[in-house]
Each structure stands twice: as C-alpha cells, then as structure tokens.
C-alpha cells in the first residue's frame, strides 16, 4: 500500500494509480504571488535558497506532525522523500528508524570541487574560462553559498528542537547514507562521480500521455512549422516580456521561418496584453484565437504536441519535465530559464548542442529571430537532436530500476512487518 502526502491535490489521473489515497496538508507553499515574481525577475539566484528555507522553516513543524500522524495510523515500513527543503520527511524517518528512499526531479545533492552551478552567477562547465572567473566560482561564490546555508541550518534546527529532533547542520539534509534516485542521465549532464547509492534513473516520463485535442491537432496539420511556446506551471512571465515574444513570433511568421504558433499560456494572464497599443500587433485579435496562425490556449498536451511531426521549434523555460519530454521527441529548444534548476538545464543543452538560451533580462526581437533561425537551420542541431533522443529513449526505461531498488530497499520491512504487507508513505513537494 502506498500512501502519498502533498500540499495540493495530486491525484492520479491515470486509471493505474487512482487507487492510491492522498492525505493533502493543508499549507500554501507559494504564500507570496509578489515575492515569487520578484524572484523570477530578480539578477541574485541565491535569493532562492532564502525563499526555499523561508518556505520550509515556517512549515516544518506543520508537514512533521502531517507525517508522523499519517505513520502511526499506517504504521509506514518506508518512507520515499522528494529532496527539495523537505527536512521532516528524512528527519521522521531518521528518527523513527525507519528505512528511506530519497528522489530528487532534477539536480543532484553533491556536487564535486570541480562542478559550478549557474544559480551562483557561474557556469556548469568552467573548463574554458578566464582564471579569475575560475578562482570566483571555486572558492569565493561556494563561501557565500556555506554563508547562506549555515543561516538555514540554524533556522532549521530551531524547528526541529519544537518537535524533538536533534540539530544537524548537513544542508542536503540526512542522505548521507541512503538510496538517493536522481531524475537525469548522462549524455546532458557533465560527467562527475557518484556514490553508488545515488542512482540516475531519467528521464522519467509516464506510459501514457493526454491525447491532441481537435483543436491543436487540427492547428498542426494545417502548419507544417509549428514552434510551441509553454513556459510551465510555475514560471510567471512579465506582460512587456510576453509581448516581446509575440513580435517575434509574428515576424517569424512574417519572414516565413515558421508558419504557425501554439502558445500554451498557463500562469501568464493574458488580459495584461491589451495594454500594449501596436497598429502592427492586433493583441485582442490574437488572444481570441482569431489570428490565423497564432492558437492561444491555457493548457496543452505538451508530449503530444512535441511528438507531433509538424512540431519544429520549443520555446521553454528548461524545466525538466519539459526538458526531458522535448529530447525524448527530439525537438530543439529556445530556453528562456528563470531561476534554480533551469538555468543549468538551458546551459547543459547548449552545451550538448541541442538548445539556445535567452536572456530574461533582455528578451529582444531580432535575438529571437537569430536563434530561431539557427535553431531550425544549422544541421549540427538535428544531429544533436537525434543523439539525445536515442540516449533519452534507452534510458527512459531505468525508472523500473528505480522500482527495483526501492523494493530492495523496503525489503527488510516487509518481511519485518506482522502481516507481510508493506506500508509506504510518499511525499511530494
């Protein structure tokens, strides 16, 4: 039996999991819309880690008594915990000596001396630039990361004496000594080593995805050029910015590099765009899905309009998920990353020759334009494409693997257990 507990509701939509219950905790995570935009707008990444500990240090206490509460009603075997300031889940395990598997979406949890990270102001490969910059990223910028990170520590263990739980001053938290299963594979990432108890098994992607709508599949028959644009669920994008994006759409369209736009708008409020007076740009024709060659909608099968054949060009924000689902079908990517893990994932890619990235900072027209065009004319990007995907689709089937370890893993309690049936808990942030 598995039980799963999460802040928001995240029931199963597939027919082969409706059968697991959801204890949903009652918190708002994004408490702050502002706070998150700044964020999102903001030149110091490392504002992130403040948020992040903000986050899990005025809800420690709440999702710690949600979790013990729901281990003594089931009396949990294993406890999986996603890693991301999720502190109570490996401390309940830790301390009720429970077995614990740790997953983490998609940045590793420790990074050798000779890994940098974009989120600090450096790059993930740092091979080719200048000593100085070499000598920030490997000693000045880690000193400040250790600053921050003793602060949070501290604010943690004040959270963690509330309930009984002995201080520790590790920032990744208890997972020295456990399975850790990281959503990645080589091929993107750069090469590093790893304890054998930390296991990649990405790109995980699920069996089965959500049809084309009549809607979209009609849209795409009909432009054999298609470039989609979705920024995720959780990316908010400034009204200027998203203008700036439509330009550029429209003189692709005008310069025939593509002939047609899905703009799947999510978190962005279209309403804000009306503002903006262009004889050029007719944004309300736009919006109500009168333009020919522009669809607007708020929520779009992504997997299926990627997989598509007239799909030619992705405009993303380098999430993973969309990462993983956009070298799985081979499209390129326009990355326009915000913040934490996208901004390493849209250097990777470039890297690996399968993306260009843009500048939140700056996003111009006839940029756009350039990288688009190079995007969908330079061969050495096909090539790269078509590399990734043959990587992307063997190891997309290490998430049985991944299963196979945790059984591995729960086995000693299972067989521990009075009537033989193990009891998971599973949380998600």
């Known amino acids: 039996m598995i039980t799963l507990v999460a802040p928001g509701n995240y029931t199963a939509k597939s027919s082969f999991y409706s059968s697991i ?7 708002l995570i994004a408490s702050n819309l502002q706070e998150i935009k700044d964020l999102i707008d903001g030149e110091d990444n490392l504002k992130t880690f403040k948020l992040f500990n903000d986050w899990s240090r005025i809800h420690y206490v709440t999702f710690y008594e949600a979790y013990k509460q729901v281990a003594e009603e089931i009396d949990v075997d294993l406890f999986i915990c996603e890693h991301a300031i999720n502190y109570p889940c490996f401390d309940l395990a830790w301390k009720l000596g429970k077995p614990v598997v740790g ?13 940098s990270d974009p989120t600090y102001g450096c790059h993930v490969n740092m091979e080719n630039e200048p000593f100085y910059d070499r000598f920030i990223c490997a000693t000045i910028a880690p000193l400040r990361l250790i600053w921050i990170t003793i602060a949070m520590m501290y604010d943690i263990n004040i959270e963690r004496a509330k309930v009984g739980i002995e201080s520790h001053w590790d920032p990744r938290g208890r997972i020295s ?3 850790m299963l990281f959503n990645y594979f080589f091929g993107v990432e750069v090469p590093s080593i790893e304890s054998p108890l930390h296991q990649e098994i990405g790109p995980i992607l699920p069996d089965t995805f959500p049809d084309l709508s ?25 009204p200027h910015k998203s203008f700036a994006l439509l330009k550029s759409f429209l003189k692709l369209i005008d310069q025939n590099v593509i002939d047609g736009v899905i703009w799947a708008s999510m978190r962005t409020n279209t309403s804000d765009l009306l503002s903006f007076n262009d004889f050029d740009v007719h944004i309300s024709d736009i919006l109500n899905n009168n333009h020919s060659h522009i669809h607007v909608t708020k929520h779009a099968p992504q997997f299926a ?3 598509h054949e007239n799909t030619k060009l992705f405009l993303s924000h380098g999430g993973m998920s969309s990462v993983h689902e956009s070298i799985y079908t081979g499209t390129p990517m326009l990355i326009l990353p915000s913040f934490v893990d996208q901004l390493e994932n849209a250097e990777k890619l470039e890297l690996a020759g399968v993306a260009l990235k843009l500048s939140k900072f700056n996003i111009n027209v006839d940029d756009i334009i350039l990288k688009a065009k ?4 330079e061969k050495s990007f096909k090539i790269n494409a078509e590399r990734l995907q043959f990587l992307a689709k063997v190891n997309s089937k290490r998430k049985h693997r991944g299963a196979d370890l945790i059984e591995v893993v729960m086995n000693r309690a299972k067989y521990e257990s009075e009537n033989g049936e193990s009891k998971i808990i599973m949380k998600i942030y």
Do not use: C, K, M, W
């Open 177 to 179: 000594n456990i399975l």
């Open 21 to 27: 219950p959801q204890v949903i905790v009652d918190v």
């Open 374 to 377: 190079r995007l969908l004319n």
């Open 214 to 238: 009549p809607e979209n599949d009609s849209f795409l028959i009909n432009h054999p050029r298609t470039l989609y644009f979705a920024l995720g669920t959780n990316v908010y994008i400034a």
């Open 305 to 307: 309009i990627l997989s």
């Open 103 to 115: 997953i983490s979406p998609s940045y590793r949890v420790f990074y050798p001396p000779y890994r």
